[in-house]
């Protein structure tokens, strides 16, 4: 009860008073606070470029999220895996063509090498020794008169590597000039017909090219040339995704030492150089002859080619 000694008398309580001075003291340090952030900001406005120079001088980095690419997302390959690779007749009596490949997996690139099949190792003919113990005697007599190691060898005759050929489909190729040739024997004949500029091959132009350089003209640049689109026009993206059916009808085509557990260990270089077909580096080693033999140079570079170290 309050008690007041005149009427009119008025009663302030002295809560009141000090919540009023309370105010105004918050009042104040709001007041005091704006206008030193205003200044701060301005004084920093005006001596830093920005917040990293403030904090810590140049000194703060911001670390962005690297986005993987294709190429990162690519296997890791290594290595280098040569390979004998050897058309012939459907009887198997008589070499059309023949040459090495080297899948270069360290420098992501293709070697080929046409081999002359006037070539004599051990003072037989290539022909010979294929005629007398296949391509397997002639993969191990070409390692040893080479001197670096075959790892695979690969034989077709016409009619199965047309097929095989035709199932991986057609690549781009720009002819020079205009082939026109028909010949053979009458129970192995072959006729070609290429237009020059671009157009697309398959498996029997395909072939019959291949033969043409190696047997009439023996113009061994003009093969490499060929091998090298064969391999980065064929083994491409699209084909790698049934690599495995290929495979399957690769075996069923060819006489290999190819076995699944190769294509198996295999299928990571496989999908890179499918994957990056038009990027891949390619080097032709040209043939040279003295008789029946590989010219000493040739034979130098040829080993400087396929040698894996």
């Known amino acids: 009860m309050r008690l ?17 001075k309370q105010a105004k003291i918050l009042y104040l340090l709001l007041v005091f606070t704006v206008i030193f952030t205003v200044a701060f900001v301005i004084f920093l406005a005006q001596k830093y470029d920005s917040v990293a120079d403030f904090f810590a001088r140049g000194e703060v980095t911001v670390t962005e999220q690297a986005v993987p690419t294709d190429e990162d997302l690519l296997p890791k390959i290594e290595g280098k895996t040569n390979f004998l690779i050897m058309e012939t007749n459907d009887a198997e009596t008589e070499l059309h063509y023949l040459f090495l490949l080297q899948a270069d997996k360290d420098n992501l690139a293709y070697k080929a090498a046409a081999l002359p099949l006037e070539l004599t190792v051990e003072e037989q003919s290539v022909t010979d020794i294929f005629k007398q113990g296949g391509s397997a005697a002639l993969q191990k007599q070409l390692t040893q008169y080479l001197g670096f ?33 028909s010949g053979g024997e009458e129970d192995d004949s072959y006729s070609l017909h290429i237009n020059p500029g671009e157009q697309k091959l398959a498996g029997r132009d395909i072939n019959n090219l291949l033969r ?63 994957t990056k077909n038009n990027d891949i580096t390619v080097y032709s080693v040209n ?13 130098k570079e040829l080993r400087g080619y396929f040698s894996k170290q």
């Open 4 to 20: 007041f000694k005149n009427r009119g008398d008025i009663y302030i309580s002295k809560s009141g008073v000090n919540a009023s």
């Open 149 to 181: 190691e075959i790892d695979y060898q690969v034989q077709f005759k016409t009619s199965s590597f047309v097929e095989f050929a035709n199932k991986l489909g057609s690549f781009l190729y720009i002819a020079n000039e205009e082939i026109r040739f």
């Open 212 to 274: 043409y350089y190696a047997q009439e003209e023996k113009n061994y640049t003009a093969e490499n040339e060929l091998i090298l689109q064969i391999f980065t026009g064929l083994l491409n993206e699209k084909n790698y995704e049934n690599c495995e059916g290929y495979y399957r009808l690769f075996v069923k085509s060819a006489n290999t030492d190819i076995t699944v557990r190769d294509f198996e260990n295999g299928k990571n270089a496989l999908e890179v150089f499918c």
């Open 287 to 299: 043939a040279e002859t003295e008789d029946t033999d590989l010219s000493p140079a040739f034979e």
